[in-house]
């Protein structure tokens, strides 16, 4: 945990900036069985209960009384039975006190606490549940039907306006997860080659960290086939003459995330092909980073990155005509599918589950959700010094894509699909660091993970 | 998978053996969300489903009806959207083909399958759900009250009946699951020594797991503190003169489980004190192996393994008076708080997520769920050729326990309180392996992993 004072000061910020009245509700997360009740999977805290309260413990929820100011935490003390079971651990009351909350109730008294508060009408604000057994909680608590659920814009808008910039404390603990994550990156690299296993690397570089006592940000993804871009099959073996795609992170004990994308021959040295289709993600990734400053919109950026993408496809063969007409007709998203980046802080996709649209963007410009392509760019709005973010352009070949949109002729006047043809099993190519927003640019988080050419092969060289 | 037959032939001895008409009902899992919907824990399919169905894949269900006796699997096939974020995979009609399910229908129309059943009032036979989103959607469709399921107790003890007598292509997945956490638990004895985290050799012994693409079947208990028997805290340092407890195991990529324990100091050599309590527990071990035969009542092996727990402690000093007595006055629960062991299979606790009293009782003779000690014992029937389970005696020193009983004065007339405090501190041990049951005894499952003090001794100094 942060001090007592983090926390405190955490939830007055936010006592003040939401524009209501009433009683914010806060659930902490359980630990979500596997195969039976009993078996469990490792216990993650809900990032949002984690920055207002710090206690990572299953099975807590909170409020935060708006009008009388004041913090309570409901959860039970464990039972001698418990105690027997599992060992004495430190009281909720004392986690609580090291929260700076001094009300501390059973769990039980929470549905009498809302009772009452329902009674009198007060308002009870609360956030989008994602986890099954809260949805089942929050509509027993609340006399809600399960699917009308109607989460508290104002309560969401004054979180994302407080979460969204980091603190310094934050900050390290993004570097201290990057660190990790670098090293985790490093081990890959040198353990790509021919005849080695996917799982067999995604196994040892989760070892690195749970060696440094951290989680995974998300399920790591280690595969050949990088165009896949969410790819979580592993059984595939490494071949010369191929490129691994690496996008994987870790996150500290205290639940902040690192995500880095590397992608490098199985062999010590690329191909001329991989070499420049490589080069032209290196200067998409070099140019959206020279645009990050405060005050610039993301969205912008992302079109950078896929005009420079365009550019050197155009330069290559794969594409034709003009890089800014092709992006404006959004022809680049035979290549490049998603978004350039997105936040990152207590979750790799930091504050998803309060929405996007209040995360990514504004009322004012609000989310494309239509136009494939732009429509999975999650970060879209105007920077702020403090905002954390990734950058990660990408070139990915999908056949599936390939073959529907030459069915089409789609694009036909941008994409030279007779090379493309030859390009359909290539994989896909993603570099991707975390930086922090300031007013006169950007800091680049963690150690520099080596990823030009040279640096590359020559550390691939040494093994 | 296993070959079609297996499936066909499963599902048609389940069909021969419910007692009763109407339409067996049974969900997959999902994936369940982390910290937001998007970010997930490992998928791992249902074990029944698995069982009847082998399919892994998330949002899946499936009915038999048993009238007709007809199978159909419910879930959708990949679209185009999915396919070029996730990459082509086998069609959900090729996986259920090799399942001998011909008739595969869109998740959707479940719901309409259901209503139509209902409306016409068939038996729609279920099990207990244990995750909550399927809690919700049987919810849904059968139109219950969360709070008012009702298992089907003809489908669970139909299933229970089939998966308790293992198959020899299911004894090929436990011994395969055991080969590779004998190497897990080989390489702990090897890093246990002064200095070393408990995390570190959390996570090297998963990497064991996962290099050979094995998920673990459990969250590993390695730690200084034995006497904590669910302990998942891991942050501890080893340090001289104390023992470490690993309890780990993996399950193969088809979802069989292993489950293993042993205690060993983490110097290279046992203390006196350490080496006499850990004979103890062998030599309980041993005469509880020994027996193990179809035809006995696991409760009796249990009882047979707390006597000579507790003859030992007499002898060493901690019990006085005579075994029999103090284990009938369940006086030993001071120091074996548990059960003897427990089925396994498809889950680490095989089919718990049916019910215990179904799995490891009778209705003539139920669980005893009050007692202290034998509460806790999860299989208590007759044994039967084919049963797989574990046997894992142990000594646990429970600070808060010692102190409870002894202000109670408890089993005063068999405990000897005053040497007992002087082992407050000491922690416990366990020793555990698997067995299947034939009608001459058992077969020990799985490599041979050295449990003497000699053979850890030995196996200890070479490092």
Wanted: charged letters at 25%; a negative charge.
């Amino acid at each position: 945990m942060f001090n007592k004072d983090t926390y405190i000061k955490r939830r007055q910020n936010l006592v003040n900036n939401v524009q209501s009245k009433g009683i914010l509700l806060f659930f902490g997360n359980i630990e979500n069985p596997v195969n039976f009740e009993d078996n469990t999977y490792h216990f993650r805290q809900d990032s949002t209960f984690l920055y207002y309260f710090g206690i990572q413990q299953p099975k807590l929820a909170a409020i935060i009384d708006l009008d009388e100011n004041k913090s309570i935490v409901f959860g039970n003390e464990m039972s001698i039975d418990e105690i027997v079971w599992m060992g004495r651990q430190e009281t909720l009351k004392d986690k609580c006190e090291k929260s700076g909350v001094l009300d501390v109730r059973p769990y039980a008294d929470l549905a009498t606490y809302l009772a009452t508060a329902l009674s009198v009408k007060r308002p009870i604000h609360y956030l989008p549940p994602y986890q099954s057994v809260n949805k089942i909680l929050l509509s027993e608590l609340l006399q809600i039907s399960l699917g009308d659920f109607k989460a508290s814009v104002a309560m969401i808008q004054a979180i994302v306006k407080q979460r969204e910039i980091k603190e310094s404390q934050e900050i390290e603990q993004i570097e201290s997860a990057l660190k990790v994550s670098t090293q985790m990156h490093l081990l890959a690299m040198q353990m790509a080659r021919p005849g080695a296993k996917e799982y067999e690397i995604v196994s040892a570089i989760e070892h690195v960290a749970g060696s440094h006592n951290c989680e995974l940000a998300y399920p790591s993804i280690v595969t050949v086939n990088g165009g896949i871009l969410h790819n979580h099959y592993k059984m595939n073996t490494l071949e010369s003459g191929r490129l691994l795609l690496n996008d994987s992170g870790c996150e500290t004990s205290m639940g902040y995330a690192s995500d880095l994308t590397r992608t490098y021959p199985v062999d010590k040295t690329f191909t001329s092909e991989q070499r420049d289709l490589y080069n032209i993600v290196l200067n998409s990734f070099e140019g959206a980073k020279a645009e990050l400053k405060a005050g610039v919109k993301y969205k912008n950026v992302h079109l950078k990155a896929c005009e420079i993408l365009a550019q050197g496809l155009i330069d290559f063969g794969l594409m034709k005509g003009n890089a800014q007409d092709a992006v404006a007709n959004h022809a680049h998203t035979m290549f490049f599918q998603c978004g350039l980046g997105h936040m990152m802080g207590l979750d790799v996709h930091d504050m998803e589950d309060l929405g996007e649209q209040y995360v990514g963007y504004t009322a004012e410009e609000p989310k494309d959700t239509k136009q494939f392509g732009i429509k999975s760019l999650r970060l879209g709005k105007e920077l702020k010094a403090g905002h954390v973010l990734t950058v990660e352009p990408g070139i990915y070949f999908i056949p599936e894509l390939i073959e529907m949109w030459q069915a089409e002729n789609k694009y036909a006047e941008f994409i030279n699909y007779e090379k493309l043809n030859k390009f359909k099993d290539f994989g896909g190519i993603r570099i991707e660091d975390n930086f922090l927003i300031n007013n006169d640019g950007y800091k680049h988080l963690g150690p520099e993970l080596i990823k030009t050419v040279t640096e590359i092969e020559d550390y691939k060289r040494q093994f």
